[in-house]
């Protein structure tokens, strides 16, 4: 059995130059993606568990998700998020923080991933792309 990629992403960033940068490395890296992008943590929470102007969003194949965010942080929204067992879209942390503290406490709240964004745009594309390729392509659950 052949399986499709999927390709609907939710990015929750609160800074407009990083969703910029986000947005444009996919289209410089022709990814067929949808990109749906959150600017808050309570916003994330509420597309992810489909409530209020989002009960119809589509659930995301993979979730980017920043720390520090108003309303929730990222944190929070880890621990929201794993709350709900019919939710286990996997959920990578593209942070600045470079804390041991955070980037462990990501995990413990079960973040799959925990990844440092780079200013280097080059950097950021291959950053990227190595997401995208593990977590959209590569990674996959037996459909049978």
Not at 7 to 18: K, Q, Y
Not at 85 to 91: S, T
Request: glycine fraction near 2%; aromatic fraction near 8%; hydrophobic fraction near 45%.
């Amino acid at each position: 059995m052949e399986l499709s990629i999927t390709s609907n992403i939710l990015l929750v960033e609160d800074n407009r130059a990083d969703i910029v940068l986000v947005q444009e490395a996919l289209k410089f890296l022709n990814l067929d993606v949808t990109l749906s992008v959150a600017t808050d943590g309570l916003e994330a929470v509420e597309f992810l568990l489909k409530r209020g102007k989002h009960k119809n969003a589509v659930t995301p194949d993979l979730v980017l998700l920043d720390l520090n965010l108003p309303r929730k942080n990222g944190f929070e929204v880890l621990t929201e998020i794993r709350k709900e067992n019919n939710l286990d879209i996997p959920i990578v942390v593209l942070t600045s923080s470079r804390y041991d503290e955070d980037v462990w406490l990501c995990y413990d709240l079960k973040a799959n991933a925990v990844v440092f964004k780079t200013p280097e745009l080059v950097e950021f594309m291959n950053l990227l792309k190595s997401i995208f390729d593990f977590w959209i392509d590569k990674n996959r659950i037996s459909a049978e």
